[in-house]
C-alpha cells in the first residue's frame, strides 16, 4: 500500500524537491545551449567571411585589371589562377619589379641582377615572355641600375596579362564560386546586421 507524504521524513521531501530543481534546470539548459552555440557560429562566421575576399573586391576586379592587381587579395586570388595556367612567373617578375623601384640605392645594383637572372635572361628559371628587342634593352638597363631600368619589361607583362590571362580569369571557374560564395556572405552578414539592430532596438524599448 501507499504511504501518504506526510509519513516521510523531512530529509526526503527535501531530496523529492532538490531532484524536481535539478531537473527543470536541466530541462531550460539545451536552450540556452543551443544560443551560445548559434552565437558562437555566427563569431566563426564572421572570421572565417575576414579571410577571404568581400563581395565589393570580387565586383571591382570584374571592373579592370588594375583593381585586381594593385589589391593584395586581388594578387593573391589571380596568382592562384596563374598557377592552374603555369604562368605564375608573369605576376611574380610584376611584383618583383615593383618591390624593386623601392629598394634602396645601395642595394639596386644586386636586386636587379637577380630579377634579370631569375626572369628576363634566356632560359631563367622562372623566364617572362619578353621580345628579343625589349629582353636586350633590360639587359643594358641592368649594367647601370637605376628604378625604371625595368619598366618597359614590367609594361610588357602587365599588358600580356591584362590581354590574356585577365580575360581567362574573368570566366574561370575560381570568379564565379568567389562571386557565389561572396555574395552569400554578404547575405549572411546583413541578416545578422540586421537582427543585431533589432535586438538593440527591442532592448531599448524594453
Known amino acids: 500500500m501507499c504511504r501518504g507524504l506526510a509519513t516521510l521524513p523531512a530529509t526526503c521531501l527535501k531530496s523529492a524537491k532538490d531532484i524536481k530543481h535539478k531537473i527543470s534546470f536541466l530541462l531550460q539548459k539545451p536552450e540556452h545551449h543551443t544560443s551560445h552555440q548559434s552565437q558562437i557560429k555566427e563569431k566563426n562566421y564572421a572570421a572565417a567571411a575576414q579571410s577571404g575576399p568581400t563581395a565589393a573586391e570580387v565586383k571591382k576586379w570584374k571592373e579592370s585589371f588594375n583593381h585586381v592587381i594593385t589589391s593584395e587579395m586581388g594578387r593573391t586570388v589571380f596568382g592562384n589562377f596563374l598557377k592552374s595556367e603555369y604562368s605564375k612567373e608573369n605576376l611574380d617578375f610584376w611584383v618583383a619589379c615593383e618591390v624593386y623601384k623601392k629598394s634602396a640605392p645601395s642595394k639596386m645594383a644586386n636586386r636587379s641582377k637577380q630579377i634579370y637572372q631569375q ?59 568567389l562571386t557565389r560564395t561572396t555574395a552569400a556572405q554578404e547575405k549572411k552578414e546583413r541578416k545578422i546586421s540586421d537582427s543585431a539592430k533589432n535586438g538593440q532596438a527591442l532592448t531599448g524599448g524594453a
Open 119 to 177: 626572369h628576363v635572361e634566356a632560359d631563367a628559371t622562372n623566364e617572362v615572355n619578353l621580345d628579343a628587342a625589349t629582353r636586350e634593352e633590360t639587359k643594358k638597363n641592368v649594367e647601370n641600375p637605376c628604378p625604371c631600368c625595368f619598366d618597359e619589361a614590367q609594361q610588357m607583362i602587365y599588358t600580356l596579362m591584362e590581354k590574356d590571362s585577365y580575360r581567362r580569369f574573368l570566366n574561370s571557374k575560381l570568379i564565379q564560386d
